[in-house]
């Protein structure tokens, strides 16, 4: 009789990972959706959560009865992690390093779109309407990155590659970060955020940062600086941002992410001048499936050899600890 | 009796450039509109073009009786020069340098945009509508940037930085430029286009590139590819290239200069959704008016002082010649 293989559950939709031949070669496979994940989690070693958006695994979570690893094809584990896992011995890995490069870009073109004016050029030719106006030079402007993880650190490498001054907030400041210069405490936020012409938000959502940009922060922004959310919707008061954009506490809002998600259709950020808003796309570039699958079979083949796993979380603290 | 002071004329509209009291304490200054500048001509050693898209020097020059040197406030010649303004002693200087860095933002910006698929972003919002798309990155992807003047060579600086392949396409081939890396001579034009994602055209408007772009050079392009013009728009065959967007020949043209400005409204680049039309304005930031002013000032005072002027343009070839 054969030995037993080790079973793995992928939670997806009726779109599989990319590449699964492979990993079925390597253990038995159950694909289960948000419905039927507590059947399959039965007896299973581990679990690659594929439909990253889902909360299915807390509901499910009394089915799994010899679960030892899970591995996540999103960066943030905000939506994944409840007590009873972060208590438990399993082992939660995320993608973290798939989405860097291309979110620093995203932000990078978003900060030009708004330096350069394009939303008004393009209303502008829209409407047939040849209208001339200054535009802002980014080199010399400040931003201000919040967060400190391997996202924030590709912004910060690519916005002072194009002659940003970039300063960076994170859990313990440093100086003369090679990515991110001045690393400042998280406390001194409020201090930094006038300082900022351009405020980017890419820390995870933890029970930290959760509201962490509210009334007072906005207050503390300049009359001319943007803010832009690539991290997690809920880190912003959402009602006191709309409140700060309509008093003019600061001048604009590039949001990719959001409370709610989609975000309904009968929201006040959809139709407001000075909001662009996006729907959670910044680190989706053409080939992103490619790249997280290929991040999970390297793991697999690690977690198989016995060797210790890449990009592991402390559930704690609800991310990967920079390295 | 006072020694004769040195006559200025300066071609403006209602708006007088900035500063001109200092200019006006080394130089008597004659301010005249495109209407009155026959009359002030007279008798003028100097005038300043500070109305750069005025073409009256051609008409008013027979009345230029002791004219020595034209400044214009702007990179392109083309509008100003004109034969016998050519073949005279007149000595040109231009604005090289002062649109260098905010043109290479641009271009970036709208490269950007193009990767990121902004405009369908923002078009998205404005119906309120949620709809996820994967983007493309720009690490990688080749520009091809045609022009090795200050401006070309600014914009492959910052796309360089940014991790894109830069190419350039010049007069005079040469290999590993530290700005713009290999360049291809002109008449490669047609073999290169094929390799680039992004041609980025950053020519001065002479005799040689009016009408370079034509059906030819977009059959070249790649189906993937976008076209942006920040040089002049009759380097381009308008109605070339709206045959080759609607063929598919290529991608889309994000277009900053055109034949006819105003592009007049019944122009069909304001509607095509694979166009950007923005209104001249890639290098006109704000504080562009005193850096234009301040570098007039600056040769005005190694004119007065008998000493050699910057930026003097080669009037056959029809640029500043790269140093």
Redesign the interface.
């Known amino acids: 009789m054969a030995a037993r293989r080790d079973v793995l559950v992928v939670l997806c939709d009726e779109h599989k990972p990319p590449g699964m031949g492979r990993v079925e070669s390597l253990v038995e496979v159950r694909y289960a959706d948000r419905n039927d994940l507590a059947a399959a989690l039965q007896g299973a070693d581990a679990l690659f959560v594929w439909d990253f958006f889902s909360a299915a695994l807390r509901e499910a979570w009394p089915a799994a009865d010899r679960l030892r690893w899970i591995h996540i094809a999103s960066a943030g584990v905000d939506r994944l992690l409840f007590p009873q896992l972060v208590d438990s011995p399993v082992v939660v890995t995320n993608s973290r390093g798939v989405f860097d ?2 979110i620093a ?2 932000v ?2 978003l900060v ?2 708004v ?2 004016d ?2 008004s ?5 829209h409407e ?1 309407v ?10 010399g402007r400040r931003a201000l990155v919040v967060g400190t993880g391997s996202i924030g650190r590709a912004i910060g490498r ?1 916005l002072r ?3 940003m001054e970039v300063s960076a907030v994170g859990r313990a400041a440093r100086d003369a970060d090679p990515d991110l210069g001045t690393i400042h405490a998280a406390g001194d936020l409020h201090e930094l955020l006038p300082t900022a012409d351009y405020v980017v938000i890419a820390a995870p959502l933890t029970e930290s940062t959760r509201g962490w940009f509210d009334s007072a922060a906005f207050a503390a922004m300049r009359a001319d600086a943007w803010l832009v959310n690539i991290g997690r919707g809920p880190i912003v008061v959402e009602p006191d941002l709309i409140q700060a954009l309509r008093a003019g506490r600061l001048a604009g809002a590039a949001l990719d992410v959001f409370a709610e ?3 309904p ?1 009968h929201h006040p950020f ?2 407001m001048a000075n909001v ?6 910044s680190g ?3 080939g ?1 499936h490619d790249a997280l699958a290929d991040l999970f079979l390297d793991n697999l083949t690690r977690w198989l050899a016995g060797q210790s796993l890449d990009n592991q979380v402390d559930k704690s603290a609800g991310y990967v600890p920079s390295r």
Chains 1, 2 share one sequence.
């Open positions: 490069r291309p870009e995203y990078l073109g030009l779109a330096a350069k394009l939303p050029t393009l209303a502008l030719q047939r040849w209208r001339h106006r200054e535009s802002r030079l980014i080199e690519l590659a194009t002659g998600e989609p975000l259709p959809w139709g662009i808003v996006s729907p959670h796309m989706d570039v053409v992103w």
